[in-house]
């Protein structure tokens, strides 16, 4: 089975900060990655689709990349509304459907 | 677009439960439906997957055997029928509706979620 591990697992940031978050992958999964983020209490939501691309509606200082095992997400800057859990998930057609452990971001 | 689930609340072990997801905003006949579940304080996990016309279902294994999604598309409601409840089912059961249109065996994500609705297996 393909696991996903993401770092940090939580991190303290400031408003206006860049924040980065990597999601590894156990073998190559080519691009077939998304990102969701969770809000306390609330579902998920999708954010980044086929590991790079924007879901319509969503901010662009959102922003996926790349392939194969590593991927990033980054949050070019910071806002306080952005304070949540963001997790990457696998797809195939097997079908498997794999979340990574997530990453709980808040303000420092 | 708007996805509600209902029937949750708290089971003995051992007993059944019957979870359904009600949408609205979208052609419900159109799109592949999912259960996601999310265990108190824990990351989520996929649950099971039905194609948009029923045909196909999938389940992760800590489910198969116990678990069985359904569809009713004239209804616009997702079931998930829960049999056997362990504690570890204890969770927040949410539906998603799948990225892609007509999706039968190929997935891509969950782009839209319902709030969720709590599933207890308690003596």
């Known amino acids: 089975d393909i696991q996903l591990t993401q770092s940090p697992s939580s991190l303290s940031a400031s408003v206006g900060d860049r924040v980065t978050i990597t999601c590894q992958a156990s073998?190559?999964?080519?691009?077939?990655l998304n990102w969701y983020q969770q809000k306390p209490g609330k579902a998920p939501r999708l954010l980044i689709y086929?590991?790079?691309s924007l879901e319509p509606g969503v901010p662009s200082r959102f922003s996926g990349s790349g392939s194969g095992t590593h991927f990033t997400f980054t949050i070019r800057s910071l806002q306080s509304e952005d304070i949540a859990t963001y997790y990457c998930q696998h797809y195939d057609d097997v079908p498997r459907f794999t979340f990574g452990p997530g990453t709980k971001v808040d303000l420092k | 677009l708007q996805l509600v689930e209902s029937g949750g609340g708290v089971v003995q072990p051992g007993r059944s439960l019957r979870l359904s997801c009600t949408v609205s905003?979208?052609?419900?006949?159109?799109?592949?439906m999912h259960w996601v579940r999310q265990a108190p304080g824990r990351g989520l996990e996929w649950v099971a997957v039905?194609?948009?016309?029923?045909?196909?279902?999938y389940y992760a294994d800590s489910v198969k055997g116990r678990f069985t999604i359904s569809r009713d598309n004239g209804k616009h409601t997702l079931f998930l029928d829960m049999r056997s409840l362990r504690a570890d089912d204890t969770a927040i059961y949410y539906c998603a509706r799948e990225g892609g249109l007509l999706a039968t065996t190929t997935w891509l994500n969950f782009d839209s979620w319902g709030q969720g609705t709590l599933v207890t297996v308690s003596t």
């Open positions: 086929d590991a790079s």
């Open positions: 905003g979208f052609n419900f006949s159109n799109f592949a």
């Open positions: 039905i194609n948009y016309n029923g045909n196909n279902r």
């Open positions: 073998q190559d999964i080519n691009n077939f």
